[in-house]
């Protein structure tokens, strides 16, 4: 499997998409960590390590973006991969978030689980390259 | 053709009236003059002498031989005021007067005379200067009285001089001078006339001549009197409409001033929009009301407050910058923008509240579309529309998030079933479980969307039928208990025994019921307490929600029920939601002819009723 002993941080609010991301990415071989919300989120990157980020643009109290904003704040993920997941690809500018905050990728609501391990491995790949 | 060929230069038609109207006067005075000689000369010509001779000698012998020499004296006084004689008299044979048109004489010797003399037969002409050097004719007949001559009758006549005619002349003075006075009084008027426009425009020009600028004279139309004066005043007219957009604040502040006034003064301040304009410098020239409240002035502006003497109005951009953070790059400041309308959008807070305005500026055109660098200048209070766009675009927000959350799990768990080669019975039932209640989840919501869309258009309709109250409120009251249970609410139920079976619609009430106890299950936190109480009135059907939930704010008590809205509340915004639910709650009720109300303190709790009548 491509992404052995790779770790993922899921932010995702609906309980029910992140209970089949959770599924497709373990499957997939990732070592997957599912919060709730931005604040979990930054909790759970205080204790430990992780490659890639992905996260919900829409949730309450912190969007994915802001929650970007302040993981690049953090010491030691200034360049850890993020992905967002949102239903409003068309009214965000992703070039410039890409440029601005290091944005791997946005992808668009709804999405196919092959599609999400595509933009994972991607990704990652583009990280170590 | 007529007015063309007639139409002659001004120096010619100044020459031809003066011409005309001095000929005119000129013949006059000759006319009389022809006539004065004629009377002067008549009366003393040698015929009319020699008539009156006849005249007189015949009727003093008449006299005479009727009356005796004693009737003479009258006869020859008369005779003298009948002709134009200078003296008449008779003298008897040995040479004194026996009368005399002047009495003094009768009785003394007639004078003899030296000068020349003719003779026709009997009658003598004897042409003598007088003592005062006046040539006198003097004519002499004989007076024949039955057959006898008894003396001579001496008729005497000055000849003309120049004091005659002088006195002729006076005589006649009101008509020989009257006519020519009156051909010069219409002349010169006529003349006058034609020339003063000419003479104003002269002014006019010595005026623009000798000031500094063209633009800062003042000209004035001329009465329109020829063609010069007709041209002249098209001038006039022409700069004045170019200078009409300058002075549009002007105008408008004299208008206000006199006639009109106090019509376009009231119109102009009673529309809500503020309006103003500005010259080329961007100074105010005129303000409206609600302008000056906008901008924070304590006074109207108007022309006369503009005059010399008085300070300068304010500029209406400064007025912007410094009360509504207008920033310096705006479009509104750019110099390639003053030739076009110019929107702009500035926010400021009042008493803690956004205010929104919407500025437009548009160039000031007068017909023709020539353009000057005064602008009127309109703004708009949009508060209120702009927080309607803001729920119109939260809620767009909400309901994109509100589709796609479903979709996106659908999509994502029916992938993976079909993709994922291994997975248990079990995994799967789930999966199909999860896929099921996110596709009701979104049919509801579409529903709800499409109520919301009938609401809109006003087109929600009911399909009254009637209703077996209890068993509806039961199937209310199964949906809603899972989520009672889940949150571990203490949910007390009252209905009472006998219910009546009203006509209403059923699944809309049903739903009424369900979006209430819903906000209560939702907004209530883990333990707390929910009541459904249901009480049958004679005619009305009385129905309460009570929650002890996060409660509603006093200001937002009175928006619940407005479409989109949602409360700023975190506890509230933490959850998902429409704000569509109690506004289809309350148009349901309305269209039973029935009413909702709500009553609620933060932190405590809320209590909803619904009051149907069942009549």
Redesign the interface.
């Known amino acids: 499997m491509s992404g052995q002993n790779l770790k993922i941080l899921l932010v995702e609010d609906?309980l029910?998409?992140s209970?089949?991301?959770c599924?497709?990415l373990t499957?997939a071989g990732y070592l997957v960590t599912a919060v709730s919300n931005g604040r979990e989120a930054i909790e759970a990157l205080q204790r430990g390590r992780f490659d890639l980020v992905l996260s919900d643009q829409?949730m309450?109290?912190m969007t994915g973006i802001q929650l970007c904003e302040h993981i690049r704040e953090m010491p030691g993920h200034a360049q850890t991969a993020f992905i967002l997941l949102t239903?409003?690809c068309m009214e965000l500018d992703v070039a410039k978030l890409r440029h601005r905050l290091g944005l791997s990728a946005a992808l668009p609501?709804?999405?196919?689980?092959?599609e999400l391990l595509t933009t994972i491995e991607e990704s990652l790949a583009s990280k170590v390259g | 053709m007529f007015t063309t060929t007639f139409q002659l230069r001004l120096p010619r038609r100044v020459t031809a009236y003066f011409l005309l109207f001095g000929l005119t006067a000129v013949v006059w005075l000759s006319a009389s003059a022809f006539y004065v000689a004629r009377e002067v000369n008549q009366d003393r010509s040698e015929s009319t002498s020699l008539r009156w001779l006849g005249r007189a000698t015949s009727r003093a012998a008449l006299d005479y031989l009727r009356n005796g020499a004693s009737e003479l004296q009258p006869l020859v006084v008369q005779l003298k005021s009948q002709s134009g004689a200078d003296y008449v008299a008779v003298r008897s044979k040995t040479g004194v007067y026996l009368a005399h048109s002047s009495p003094e004489l009768v009785g003394q010797m007639a004078d003899e005379h030296e000068g020349t003399t003719d003779e026709w037969g009997d009658v003598v002409r004897v042409h003598y200067v007088d003592s005062q050097g006046e040539m006198v004719d003097e004519y002499q007949a004989p007076l024949n009285a039955g057959g006898t001559t008894v003396g001579t009758l001496i008729y005497g006549v000055a000849q003309p001089d120049l004091w005659g005619y002088v006195r002729s002349a006076a005589r006649h003075a009101p008509l020989a001078v009257f006519g020519p006075a009156c051909c010069m009084l219409v002349g010169a008027v006529l003349l006058n006339r034609m020339v003063r426009p000419v003479a104003d425009i002269a002014q006019q020009l010595s005026r623009v001549a000798m000031s500094p600028s063209v633009e800062g004279c003042e000209l004035r139309q001329v009465p329109a009197v020829g063609a010069a004066a007709m041209g002249w005043n098209r001038v006039v007219t022409e700069r004045a409409g170019r200078g009409q957009a300058e002075d549009l604040g002007q105008k408008i502040q004299q208008s206000l001033q006199t006639g009109r006034q106090g019509r376009l003064d009231g119109v102009l301040n009673s529309i809500p929009d503020g309006v103003a304009t500005t010259d080329a410098a961007g100074r105010l020239t005129y303000t409206n009301l609600p302008m000056a409240a906008i901008l924070g002035m304590k006074d109207i502006v108007g022309a006369t407050d503009t005059g010399p003497g008085s300070e300068p109005a304010p500029q209406m951009t400064s007025l912007l910058i410094e009360g509504w953070h207008l920033s310096s790059n705006d479009a509104l400041l750019s110099a390639d923008n003053q030739h076009r309308p110019v929107v702009a959008e500035l926010s400021r807070i009042e008493d803690g509240q956004r205010r929104v305005v919407r500025v437009a500026r548009h160039p000031i055109c007068i017909v023709g579309g020539v353009q000057h660098e005064s602008h009127v200048w309109i703004i708009r209070d949009v508060t209120q529309q702009k927080l309607a766009e803001e729920m119109r675009d939260s809620f767009v927000?909400t309901a994109?998030?509100e589709l796609?959350?479903p979709?996106?799990?659908?999509?994502?768990?029916a992938?993976?079933l079909a993709?994922?080669d291994v997975i248990d019975v079990e995994q799967q039932k789930q999966?199909l479980n999860?896929i099921n209640?996110?596709a009701t989840r979104l049919a509801r919501f579409v529903d709800d969307l499409l109520s919301v869309s009938s609401m809109e258009v006003g087109s929600l309709t009911l399909n009254r039928q009637t209703t077996e109250l209890r068993r509806m409120l039961n199937e209310v009251l199964a949906k809603v208990k899972p989520q009672v249970e889940e949150k571990r609410l203490s949910f007390e139920v009252s209905i009472p025994e006998k219910m009546p079976e009203p006509s209403i619609d059923k699944d809309k009430i049903a739903t009424v019921l369900i979006n209430l106890l819903g906000n209560a299950v939702k907004y209530t936190p883990a333990g707390g307490r929910v009541a459904f109480r249901v009480h049958a009135a004679d005619h009305n059907l009385e129905i309460d929600v009570e929650d002890t939930g996060v409660g509603i704010a006093e200001d937002e008590l009175p928006k619940v029920f407005d479409k989109f809205f949602r409360s700023d509340d975190?506890r509230v915004?933490?959850q998902e939601g429409t704000g569509l639910g109690l506004a289809l709650v309350q148009e349901v009720v309305r269209l039973h002819g029935g009413r909702v109300s709500v009553e609620s303190e933060i932190d405590k709790g809320s209590t909803f009723q619904i009051v149907l009548p069942i009549g």
Do not use: M, W
């Open positions: 609906n029910a998409l209970g089949v991301i599924f497709n499957r829409q309450p109290k239903a409003k609501k709804p999405f196919s689980p092959t | 927000d994109t998030h796609r959350t979709l996106a799990n659908i999509k994502a768990y992938e993976t993709l994922a999966f999860t209640s996110e975190p915004q933490e």
